[in-house]
């Protein structure tokens, strides 16, 4: 009988290694689930080890992969393809997998749907490859294990829960109801900022214009007009910005350059993470956004992996690698090391100063009630709505505000441009009124 290898997690997160005689590897996933342990990793151990390193070496020894069991792949590691693929897409693609799965189509029919018609040219490679894992016996989360940076942890575990949990047409389903909310709301805080930054580009290229092309000219006229009288003091610091602007427009380039390098050095930094994530929810008028995102986005994917049946310490540490903020990743292991040791999430989740009154309150509910998935995603739900109250009333207030600081540039630089003209008014008119005295 053959010989199977396991490694599986306890209820109290412990790492545990095993050897189980079984006929095959679905025997082995379920005697692994009734001694009450989360199967990670199943593998046969095969006779003879020359024969198993060849079969590890290339994909394409599938039919012998069938056969003998899924565990001859696991750990073959496939080179991710040079381009990414857009969230947007892996979305649409998520969700026509879930469609034709829920269906009733064989997951391995259903890719073979999907990589006909898909246009995305790594996505459809990397769906072949995914294709070939299947056929040569590996698991579905085994195969998305192969590209991480497309398929992240949430997803694959996801994914892993639902083959172990005979569920995976209901948990890709939710998968792929996760990646819609998400990238709806992404959509709605990047249409919001597109107005904004729009009106930001605009005024700086018509700020540019006047200081390098128009103040000059108005400089020339003002030198022959006034015949060397001097102009007033807001004039001439007006046309000393734009003679630094226009004689030094590379050096200007270049510092600005070196300041984007240099603030994107400093946010890589550990210190400079954690303050720029800080000041992310923290800051006035976006700090709202930020802070309810974060929010939304921590309860939603530790709702959906629980309820999914990833163990809860697993889900905790998929949502500290995928929270996307350093302070709300500091926060949640507060939570993982509380519950690690029998203790509550409302504690540590209180303690951390991130969270408000109300979600506290709720989880604290849902842990009593016993439905802390379901809580949790009605705290997603409701933070989702006041993202969209928030990117509102941003967009409302950046507004009239950029509109005023607009006004307020041009407008100077307008004024320093008529003060030469009334100065010299002035003095047309004075000879006329001391002549009539």
Sequence with gaps: MPKFT???????????????????????????????????????????????????????????????????????KIPFLGGGVKSKVLC??????????????????GMRVLEKQERNVNLREIIVKLSLAVEGGSTFSEGLAQHPKVFNKLYVNMVKAGELGGVLEIVLNRLALFMEKAQKIKGKVIAAMF????????????????MVFVIPKFKEVFAGLLDGASMPGFTLFVLAISDAIKNNILVTMGIVVVCVIAFMMFIKTKFGR???????????????????????????????????????????????????????ANSINGVYDSVKQGETITAPLESSGVFPPMVIS????????????????????NYDEEVDNAVAAMTSLLEPIMIIVLGLIVGSIVIAMFLPLVKLIEGVGDP??????
């Design 362 to 381: 709720m989880v604290d509910v849902g842990e009593q009630t016993g439905a802390l998935p379901e809580m949790l995603l009605k705290i997603a739900d």
């Design 274 to 328: 954690h303050a720029f994530d800080k000041f992310k929810l923290k800051m006035p008028v976006l700090g709202p956004v930020f802070s309810k995102l974060a929010i939304a986005r921590f309860t939603r994917t530790l709702g959906t992996l629980v309820s999914s049946g990833v163990p809860i310490l697993q889900a905790l540490q998929i949502v500290r690698e995928t929270s996307g903020n350093v302070i709300i």
């Design 92 to 109: 649409t693609f998520t969700r026509q997998l879930a469609t034709l799965v829920d269906a009733g189509l064989p997951l391995l029919r």
């Design 195 to 210: 107005y904004p930054v729009a009106v930001i580009v605009v005024a700086v290229a018509i700020v540019g214009v006047l």
């Design 432 to 437: 006329g009124g001391g002549g009539g005295d």
């Design 6 to 76: 396991y490694v599986a997690m306890d209820k109290g997160g412990q790492e545990t290694k095993g050897t189980l005689d079984v006929a095959d590897q679905k025997e082995a996933i379920g005697r692994v689930k009734e001694m009450g342990l989360y199967p990670l990793k199943i593998s046969e151990l095969a006779a003879e080890k020359p024969e198993k390193k060849t079969k590890t070496a290339t994909v394409t020894a599938r039919p012998a992969a069938k056969k003998k069991g899924g565990g001859m792949n696991i750990n073959l």
